[in-house]
């Protein structure tokens, strides 16, 4: 699962940062590869989500790191629910989004199904609504840190710890 969270981590930082760059940059080829490498990185992150969920629901719950009360429980069970709807509906919004607009998706060499035609009006909502997602995920991922950062500073339960990479760990 370690392994699994820094890959997912990793794709969206790549999807991010491939995105944010197109809005910057001229020229039509580089920003379709752009575009692409954001789209491959989503699919990634589709298929990271699938094999975490299979993971989890194999592998069970995951240890409580220790007493904690109800509220803060609540708070984090919700926000890892949610950070999960998220992680699905990004990609698949993105993908909708592609297919409304026209544009088939590929994913190494595969063209993928059309999720919906192509369609105008539904490209417009569908990319509003990926953006809002992408900007409620950023506000997850950074109360997720924020959460991590307190366990290790102000808990000191080991957490964050017990996140890293195995030759990282003490």
Same mark, same amino acid.
């Given at each position: 699962?370690?392994? =699994?969270?820094?890959?997912?981590?990793?794709?969206?930082?790549?999807? +991010?940062?491939?995105?944010?760059? &197109?809005?910057? #940059?001229?020229? &039509?080829?580089? &920003?379709?590869?752009?575009?692409?490498? *954001? &789209?491959?990185?989503?699919?990634? !992150?589709?298929?990271?989500?699938?094999?975490? !969920? #299979?993971?989890?629901?194999?592998?069970?719950? =995951?240890?409580?790191?220790?007493?904690?009360?109800?509220?803060?429980?609540?708070?984090?069970?919700?926000?890892?629910?949610?950070?999960?709807?998220? =992680?699905?509906?990004?990609?698949?919004?993105?993908? /909708?989004?592609?297919? +409304?607009?026209?544009?088939?998706?590929?994913?190494?060499?595969?063209?993928?199904?059309?999720?919906?035609? /192509?369609?105008?009006?539904? /490209?417009?909502? =569908?990319?509003?609504?990926?953006?809002?997602?992408?900007?409620?995920?950023?506000?997850?991922?950074?109360?997720?840190?924020?959460?991590?950062?307190? *366990?290790?500073? !102000?808990?000191?339960?080991?957490?964050?710890?017990?996140?890293?990479?195995?030759?990282?760990?003490?």
């Amino acid at each position: 699962m370690i392994v =699994l969270h820094w890959l997912t981590v990793l794709c969206l930082c790549c999807a +991010a940062a491939l995105i944010l760059t &197109r809005d910057e #940059v001229s020229g &039509r080829a580089l &920003r379709q590869w752009l575009l692409e490498g *954001h &789209r491959h990185f989503g699919l990634f !992150v589709l298929m990271l989500f699938v094999i975490r !969920v #299979v993971t989890r629901i194999r592998a069970g719950k =995951l240890p409580q790191p220790g007493p904690m009360s109800r509220l803060l429980h609540l708070t984090a069970v919700l926000t890892h629910i949610a950070m999960y709807a998220l =992680l699905l509906a990004l990609p698949l919004l993105g993908w /909708a989004l592609s297919n +409304a607009q026209d544009k088939p998706v590929h994913f190494f060499g595969l063209t993928l199904p059309a999720l919906v035609g /192509a369609d105008e009006d539904l /490209a417009d909502s =569908l990319q509003g609504w990926h953006v809002d997602a992408a900007w409620a995920l950023l506000a997850l991922v950074l109360l997720h840190v924020g959460a991590a950062l307190w *366990h290790h500073f !102000v808990r000191r339960d080991g957490v964050l710890r017990s996140m890293l990479p195995a030759r990282s760990r003490p």
